[in-house]
T-cell receptor, first 111, second 112 residues
Framework: GENVEQHPSTLSVQEGDSAVIKCTYS??????FPWYKQELGKGPQLIID?????GEKKDQRIAVTLNKTAKHFSLHITETQPEDSAVYFC??????????FGTGTSLTVIP | DTGVSQDPRHKITKRGQNVTFRCDPI?????LYWYRQTLGQGPEFLTY????????KSRLLSDRFSAERPKGSFSTLEIQRTEQGDSAMYLC??????????FGQGTRLTVV
C-alpha cells in the first residue's frame, strides 16, 4: 500500500511569514494529492489539491507543488495569518481510491 | 448546510456495548468513505462504498465493525462489543467519483 510521510510535525512562524510543509509518498501509481486543514474538534477541511498531471497549483495565499519523479509534494502558505493556525494533513490517493494521510503538521502563527 | 453530516457528534459508551454512527453524504455523491482518527494522527482508512456496494475494507476493520449503505445514500458504521481501543474520532467523507472528497465533522467515540 501507500506510505505518506509528512514534515515537520510542528511549525511556528511569525505572522506575515511563509510556511512550507513537505510530504513524500511511496506508490508511484498515486495520482491525486489533497491537503486538509483541521481545527480542534472538527473534521478535515479541503484547502487545495493537485493531480498528477500538474506540477503546481495556486489559490490566493496557498500553493501546492508536486514532483512526481521524486514522489514529493509541498504546501506553501504565504503571508500567514493567525487564523491559519491549525493542523494540516497531506494525503495521497492511489488507484484503489483510498486516501492515505500523513501524520499532520501543527502550524502556529504567532501574531 | 449541504455538507457531509454525521450523527451523533459525541458518544460515550461502556465497554462491551454496541454503538452505531450515521453519515449523510453530500447529495448525489456516489462515493462514501469511513476513516478513524486517533489523537495526534492522520485519518486511517476503514472502508469505502461506491453507491451501495462496499468495495474495500481495511485490515483495521475487525469482525466487530460493520458498515452499510443500503440505498446508496446515507451510511451506518456499527461497532459491536466496544473496547477501549475503539475510542477515536470516526470520520465520514464523500466524493463524486474521483473528484475531491469532503469530510464531515466526525463522531467522537469514548469507550469507558
Amino acid at each position: 500500500g501507500e506510505n505518506v510521510e509528512q514534515h515537520p510535525s510542528t511549525l511556528s512562524v511569525q505572522e506575515g511569514d511563509s510556511a512550507v510543509i513537505k510530504c513524500t509518498y511511496s506508490d508511484s501509481a498515486s495520482n491525486y494529492f489533497p491537503w486538509y486543514k483541521q481545527e480542534l474538534g472538527k473534521g478535515p477541511q479541503l484547502i487545495i489539491d493537485i493531480r498528477s498531471n500538474v506540477g503546481e497549483k495556486k489559490d490566493q495565499r496557498i500553493a501546492v507543488t508536486l514532483n512526481k519523479t521524486a514522489k514529493h509534494f509541498s504546501l506553501h502558505i504565504t503571508e500567514t495569518q493567525p487564523e491559519d493556525s491549525a493542523v494540516y494533513f497531506c494525503a495521497a490517493r492511489n488507484t484503489g481510491n483510498q486516501f492515505y494521510f500523513g501524520t499532520g503538521t501543527s502550524l502556529t502563527v504567532i501574531p | 448546510d449541504t455538507g457531509v453530516s454525521q450523527d451523533p457528534r459525541h458518544k460515550i459508551t461502556k465497554r462491551g456495548q454496541n454503538v452505531t454512527f450515521r453519515c449523510d453524504p453530500i447529495s448525489e455523491h456516489n462515493r462514501l468513505y469511513w476513516y478513524r482518527q486517533t489523537l495526534g494522527q492522520g485519518p486511517e482508512f476503514l472502508t469505502y462504498f461506491q453507491n451501495e456496494a462496499q468495495l474495500e475494507k481495511s485490515r483495521l476493520l475487525s469482525d466487530r465493525f460493520s458498515a452499510e449503505r443500503p440505498k446508496g445514500s446515507f451510511s451506518t458504521l456499527e461497532i459491536q462489543r466496544t473496547e477501549q481501543g475503539d475510542s477515536a474520532m470516526y470520520l465520514c467523507a464523500s466524493s463524486l467519483g474521483a473528484a475531491e472528497a469532503f469530510f464531515g465533522q466526525g463522531t467522537r467515540l469514548t469507550v469507558v
